[in-house]
């Protein structure tokens, strides 16, 4: 997918400040062991976000990641967040490696560029093995797409996401003073930057090295992409599932 020399991928994630995980919460409390089956649930966090120092919704806590194996299933436009349309959407291609799961053949699910569509068709997980099948770090992208739980450290300053996949983790700073050197060389994850627009929190990433893919199922990112995850508080009750 790419667009002149670069990749753009915009990831909308909506994270529900202070709805930290039920069983986590307990945990952290001392208060998760013993629950039997059939217990009733804790009751959700009252009151308003917590902030941080600076006023700043304070994203710490431990999260249920979106599990999205599929990022074309739940593709929007990064503008209206409506869901994405675009020319050629749901053609068939016929001539593309059939996906390692399930029996629906490839589509035309995204809107890709002649190297984007290269890439996605000749996709061989089965045949040629994936980087993540090697314990190789996933990316940026999958490790936030991974079915499993991420540990976020807030400050005004910096954020740092712990992975438990693979315990991978990620550190991004806030502060409009810091610079990543210049000479840093390429990476699995990228180096990121954030900062707060409103009380979103827009992280920015790029310098990958071109080895990882944007989901489980296989779309292609290249060492040119420009990550931007948005990452909206909103009260705990407004939250809906999943």
Same mark, same amino acid.
């Given at each position: 997918m790419k667009t002149s020399n670069s990749v753009i991928t915009r990831a909308v994630v909506v994270l529900c400040v202070a709805a930290l995980t039920t069983g986590a919460v307990w945990a952290q409390r001392g208060q998760g062991a013993g629950r039997g089956a059939g217990a009733a649930?804790?009751?959700?966090?009252?009151?308003?976000?917590?902030?941080?120092?600076n006023g700043k919704p304070d994203l710490s806590g431990h999260w249920a990641n979106p599990y999205t194996p599929n990022m074309a299933q739940r593709a929007v436009d990064p503008v209206t967040k409506q869901p994405l349309k675009f020319a050629r959407q749901g053609e068939a291609l016929p001539d593309a490696i059939a996906p390692a799961s399930g029996s629906a053949a490839r589509t035309?699910?995204?809107?890709?560029?002649?190297?984007g569509l290269k890439q996605w068709k000749t996709y061989d997980p089965v045949g040629k093995g994936d980087y993540a099948g090697n314990c190789l770090p996933f990316g940026t992208s999958r490790n936030m797409n991974a079915p499993h739980g991420?540990?976020?450290?807030?400050? *005004?300053?910096?954020?740092? @996401?712990?992975f438990e996949q693979n315990t991978w983790h990620? +550190?991004? *700073?806030?502060?409009?003073? @810091?610079?990543?050197?210049?000479?840093?060389?390429?990476? +699995?994850?990228?180096?990121s930057t954030a900062r707060w627009e409103g009380d979103t929190l827009v992280m920015e990433t790029s310098g990958f090295n071109g080895y990882t893919k944007l989901d489980?199922?296989?779309?292609?990112?290249s060492k040119e992409t420009v990550m931007t995850n948005s990452r909206a508080a909103v009260p705990w009750r407004d939250c809906?599932?999943?």
């Open positions: 649930p804790a009751a959700a966090p009252a009151g308003p976000a917590p902030r941080l120092a035309y699910d995204l809107p890709y560029t002649e190297w991420t540990q976020i450290l807030h400050h *005004p300053d910096a954020v740092a @996401f712990l990620h +550190w991004v *700073p806030m502060s409009t003073n @810091f610079k990543w050197p210049a000479d840093l060389p390429e990476t +699995w994850n990228g180096l489980t199922a296989g779309h292609p990112m809906g599932p999943g």
